[in-house]
């Protein structure tokens, strides 16, 4: 079994990703079958890693091409970091290519800021993105299907209604479901952490602009397959686990990679010789109570009043209570019908026969841990 050294935080070589076979398997035979998919899951649940370890292997008769959207703030910006993305790609046909460089500057030149030419700068970029993605389309090879997997699509979605205005960023996302339906070569994966029924609201558009999207599950990794990474990180380490080491790692990180890199980060700076469940116990106490370690989790705390204005505090109290009591009855729920949905829909809980926990235990631990509930 080969070494891996904690790398919370960090980018991973696709080499270096383990797992997600279930995840790789469904995405291909979807694609395959010519559906588009959705993949939405909080922060730090490993869903760019997966992008890049999907894209660096889609499949046969498959290219990919991954397109970061985080920190764009105007269709502009969109439409430029599209550009920049395909003309990058390695396999891009040379007809494409050409029509690339006969609306943007500095297409071919590697580190050079692409910007759209002087010609065409008074059409919106709506216009250009379609003609950009069917410029690419409609010049690939029959037998290929490419995959544009956009991260971070409703962070970007959302800025551009705060900057450009509710219109602006509707348009965008009929233009992106208009090509998603044009029955082209091109496939598409749509990923993000935040929900876009919280993008939806400030666009004022209604679902049908997603609704061709199927689902794509993602969460935690499956078992075994976080058993093999804690085995490959303790092996990277240089640091035995004892017979349960192993498992209590997978269940204090509630299989989530982050939270098992993390740990297994801190396993390697507090010393050397074997590693018991109990450090491992002990490990997972003092990342939560490290305010600057654990910061990448805080999410759970802060990001609701952006996402849920002034019903935040009830939705607070909702998780609080969901969190104390492990389970509620969702005529328990207290609140309007539109928090708890927004709040299942966020991957917070999960309804179940009429019962409300949350979705994910390691997450429900960490948010009493920060809310100091008992």
């Not at 904690?6 to 696709?14: E, L, N, R, V, Y």
């Not at 703030?73 to 029509?99: D, G, I, N, Y």
């Not at 997997?149 to 602006?168: F, K, Q």
């Amino acid at each position: 079994m080969d070494p891996l050294l904690p790398q919370p935080g960090s980018t991973i070589d696709p080499r270096n990703a383990v797992g997600r076979r279930r995840t790789t398997e469904r995405a291909r035979r979807e694609l395959g079958a010519g559906n588009n998919l959705a993949l939405n899951d909080p922060r730090r649940m490993g869903k760019t890693v997966w992008l890049d370890l999907f894209c660096a292997d889609p499949g046969d008769n498959f290219e990919a091409i991954k397109i970061d959207f985080e920190g764009v703030r105007t269709c502009e910006e969109f439409l430029v970091r599209t550009a920049t993305a395909l003309s990058k790609h390695q396999t891009l046909p040379a007809q494409a290519m050409r029509k690339l460089k006969a609306m943007f500057d500095n297409v071919e030149i590697s580190g050079g800021p692409v910007t759209v030419k002087v010609g065409v700068s008074t059409r919106a970029s709506t216009d250009l993105l379609a003609e950009t993605v069917r410029s690419v389309d409609d010049h690939l090879d029959d037998e290929i299907s490419l995959v544009i997997a956009m991260d971070e699509v409703p962070i970007a979605i959302g800025n551009i209604a705060s900057n450009e205005g509710p219109n602006a960023a509707n348009q965008l996302l009929q233009t992106l479901r208009g090509l998603r339906r044009s029955g082209s070569k091109l496939r598409w994966i749509v990923c993000g952490s935040v929900g876009f029924h919280h993008i939806l609201r400030q666009c004022d558009a209604t679902e049908g602009v997603i609704n061709d999207l199927v689902n794509l599950p993602l969460g935690p990794m499956e078992h075994d397959e976080a058993q093999e990474l804690c085995e490959r990180l303790l092996i990277g380490i240089k640091r035995e686990g004892d017979e349960g080491a192993v498992e209590a790692l997978v269940t204090h990180s509630g299989s989530i990679p982050f939270l098992i890199h993390a740990l297994a980060h801190r396993l390697h700076e507090s010393g050397t010789g074997q590693i018991s469940a109990s450090d491992v116990s002990t490990a997972f106490a003092d990342f939560m109570d490290d305010r600057d370690d654990s910061r990448a989790v805080t999410h759970l705390v802060t990001r609701l009043e952006p996402l849920y204005g002034e019903r935040a505090r009830a939705a607070e109290t909702l998780l609080d209570t969901v969190a104390v009591k492990d389970s509620i009855q969702v005529s328990e729920a207290g609140c309007k019908d539109d928090i708890l949905t927004d709040l299942c829909d966020d991957h917070y809980l999960v309804e179940r026969g009429g019962a409300v926990r949350w979705r994910y235990n390691v997450l429900q631990r960490i948010w009493m841990h920060r809310r100091r509930l008992k």
